[in-house]
């Protein structure tokens, strides 16, 4: 289990062939995904104009204004607000996710036509 923030409380972990996303602040985010159903997890960070325009022209890594978690589905994809979050944390657990991802994927028995 990670959790990504303490207060309050936000975690998401994988069990059972599922990923739970378990987020006290904003509800509508709690959810269960079938990790069959997954095609992969992304970090997006949204970045300001001016932040934008200073890590081009300039190479500095600026701080993101926000962050998302991209669960992308088969059928689509759900965008989960990180706000003060560990996101060290976040890139960890996403490199597990998508690892798990590509091990369901290998196992999975291929279809051969001959």
């Known amino acids: ?11 998401i972990y994988i ?3 599922h990923l739970v996303v378990n987020n006290t602040d904003f509800r ?7 990790i069959d159903s997954i ?6 960070r949204n970045l300001s104009f001016i932040n934008k325009i200073i890590e081009t022209t300039f ?5 993101a204004k926000s962050s998302e978690l991209r669960i992308n589905l088969e059928n689509g994809f759900k965008d989960i607000v990180l706000t003060h979050c560990d ?3 976040v890139e960890l657990l996403i490199y597990k996710i998508n690892q798990a991802i590509i091990k369901r994927e290998n ?6 036509t001959k």
Do not use: A, H, Q
């Open 1 to 11: 289990m990670t959790v990504i923030r303490r207060n309050p409380l936000f975690e």
């Open 39 to 44: 095609t992969s997890v992304e970090l997006i």
């Open 28 to 34: 509508r985010d709690n959810g269960i995904f079938e």
């Open 59 to 63: 190479g500095l890594n600026v701080p």
């Open 107 to 112: 196992e999975k028995p291929s279809l051969s």
């Open 15 to 17: 069990e059972n062939d």
């Open 87 to 89: 996101l060290k944390k």
